[in-house]
Nanobody, 124 residues
Framework: QVQLVESGGGLHQAGDSLRLSCAASGRTFSTYAMGWFRQAPGKEREFVAA????????NYADSVKGRFTISRDNAKNTLYLQMNSLKPEDTAVYYC?????????????????WGQGTQVTVSS
């Protein structure tokens, strides 16, 4: 069992940078692939980024490629999402997710554990 707790959201202006963190409990974090998803008001949850168990492979949604960077620190049981050049369309609740596989995945139904989410609001 893995518990995930996101932090770092808030209100920002377009062009700002922001780093989200996801703290994981349990000893198995280092063997899990992890991902970030987001859900904007009135929209379906969408994939943002994913990283494999050791951090050697990543995937990004086209909408964030070149602006967001996913990383992990297995010694600290923590997942990160560095968000640069924020846009109003990045406004959403951001969720971290974990899957009991080492390889990345882009579909939400491939993940086993979810955090409660952290709100990111970007004003123009």
């Amino acid at each position: 069992q893995v518990q995930l707790v996101e932090s770092g959201g808030g209100l920002h202006q377009a062009g700002d940078s922001l780093r989200l963190s996801c703290a994981a409990s349990g000893r198995t974090f280092s063997t899990y692939a992890m991902g970030w998803f987001r859900q904007a008001p009135g929209k379906e949850r969408e994939f943002v980024a994913a990283i494999n168990w050791i951090g050697s492979s990543t995937n990004y949604a086209d909408s964030v490629k070149g602006r967001f960077t996913i990383s992990r620190d297995n010694a600290k049981n923590t997942l990160y999402l560095q968000m640069n050049s924020l846009k109003p369309e990045d406004t959403a609740v951001y969720y971290c997710a974990g899957r009991s596989r080492v390889a990345t995945a882009v579909r939400g139904d491939e993940y086993d554990y979810w955090g409660q989410g952290t709100q990111v609001t970007v004003s123009s």
